[in-house]
């Protein structure tokens, strides 16, 4: 039953995120997403009081998600190899997963969107924190000769800005997209040009 439980969830926050990347949470409806799950509303219900509260907790998946970079990047490991695995890892979801692609859509709504709502405040709260982290980790990188000279808080977000406008291109462009190699996106960090 626990199963059955947490793929019906699954099937309603895949059917949420490609609604909510698309149309907003305004713009959607209960039965739009209990739709495109192939699901009934009630069964919908059973599993989320309100869409608002299937938003919520899209939020704090994404929330996690940023949690969990922010982390990843305060370890003591090489900057270029932590960075080079993050790289491949969203390279990865974004030529795999469609599922991923909207959620950073959904996620850039989210950082646009009423703080008020669904708890984006509090993924607006992390996405300094996990840039921050971010731009720690390529200081550590240039003072060990890894990374490339240059603002560090500038080169992380540069490296967060290309991740959300690669996921809007693929959302928008889907199998018309290119995606560009893992090098050619950390070019801009490494001495080398982004070889490995």
């Keep these: 039953n626990e199963m059955l439980r947490q793929a019906t969830r699954e099937k309603i926050q895949t059917a949420a995120a490609e609604l ?25 219900y059973r599993h989320y009081k309100t869409k608002e509260a299937l938003y919520t907790e899209m939020v704090e998946t994404a929330l996690e998600g940023l949690s969990d970079i922010t982390a ?6 090489s900057p270029k190899v932590l960075i080079n695995s993050l790289v491949a890892e969203i390279c990865g979801d974004l030529k795999e997963n469609g ?11 989210g950082f646009l969107s009423d703080p008020s709502v669904g708890g984006v405040d509090h993924l607006i709260e992390q996405d300094p924190k996990m840039l921050d982290a971010t731009a720690k980790l ?10 490339r000279p240059g603002d560090p808080a500038a080169m992380a ?5 290309i991740f959300q406008g690669l996921g809007v291109m693929m959302g928008v462009l889907k199998d018309q997209a290119v995606l560009p190699a893992p090098e050619s996106i950390t070019a801009f960090l490494f001495p080398e040009g982004g070889e490995n």
Excluded: C
């Excluded at 990843?72 to 490991?77: K, M, Q």
């Excluded at 390529?138 to 890894?146: L, S």
């Design 20 to 44: 909510f990347a698309h149309k907003g949470l305004a713009g959607t409806s209960v039965q739009q997403i209990a739709d495109r799950a192939g699901i009934s509303i009630g069964l919908l």
């Design 72 to 77: 990843l990047f305060e370890t003591d490991g």
């Design 99 to 109: 599922e991923f692609i909207n959620t950073m859509i959904f996620m850039t709504q």
């Design 138 to 147: 390529i200081k550590r990188g240039q003072d060990t000769g890894e990374m």
């Design 157 to 161: 977000t540069l490296l967060f800005s």
